[in-house]
């Protein structure tokens, strides 16, 4: 069985200080890897995808992937209240399908 | 920007009615999937379709059937609703054609069976 997993939390950071998100995944084909933020009760909204191994940044986040140890990783800067969601890991396996982690939730405190 | 539009927000049935959730998604994408979400258990995947008319069964088919008579629409019906399928229902589209797909989701179904 093909897997995702990720810490459910909740992941408490004060805000201004940088909150690290992890996912790990049992496929080692896997060739394409998503992070989206989902609001409570809103539909998962895609935030960053990564293919290559290193960092890949955009404004205040940034993307890590680790294909040797199977780890991908989200790290989000100078944490707001309004980043306040659950963040999904998603990875496609080089089929149609994504496989998706179940999120782990952050709270970012004011 | 792709759009991906689901004919409800909110839906109350009752058991046994036959439930129809449509989606509709504007930017010419060949693959459309149906998922469902429910707390604890992350995303499941219902359905997909890779070209019109063309449906593939995903981790959880039992009780639901899909459609896909345009390239633009694609509907989940729910054939006899039970309370176990009290869930949100989520609509996603990709391009198809290539290697790295980036999944869009509408903003949801949210149905409850009495």
């Known amino acids: 069985q093909k897997e995702v997993e990720q810490n459910s939390g909740p992941l408490s950071v004060p805000e201004g200080a940088i909150a690290s998100l992890n996912c790990t995944y049992s496929?080692?084909?896997?060739?394409?890897f998503f992070w989206y933020r989902q609001y409570s009760g809103k539909s998962p909204e895609l935030i960053m995808s990564i293919y290559s191994n290193g960092d890949k940044e955009d404004g205040r986040f940034t993307a890590q992937l680790n294909k040797a140890s199977q780890y991908v990783s989200l790290l989000i800067r100078d944490s707001q209240p309004s980043d306040s969601a659950t963040y999904l890991c998603a990875v496609n396996p080089g089929t149609y399908k994504y496989i998706f982690g179940t999120g782990t939730r952050l709270k970012v405190l004011a | 920007d792709v759009k991906v539009t689901q004919s409800s927000r909110y839906l109350v049935k009752r058991t046994g009615e036959k439930v129809f959730l449509e989606c509709v998604q504007d930017m010419d994408h060949e693959n459309m999937f149906w998922y469902r979400q429910d707390p604890g258990l992350g995303l499941r995947l219902i359905y997909f379709?890779?070209?019109?008319?063309?449906?593939e069964k995903g981790d959880i088919p039992e009780g639901y059937s899909v459609s896909r008579e345009k390239k633009e629409r694609f509907s989940l019906i729910l054939e006899s609703a039970s309370t176990n399928q009290t869930s949100m229902y989520l609509c996603?589209?990709?391009?198809?054609?290539?290697?790295?797909?980036?999944?869009?989701f509408g903003p949801g179904t949210r149905l409850l069976v009495l």
């Open positions: 996603a589209s990709s391009l198809g054609g290539g290697v790295i797909e980036t999944q869009y």
């Open positions: 496929d080692r084909g896997s060739q394409s």
């Open positions: 379709s890779y070209d019109v008319k063309m449906k």
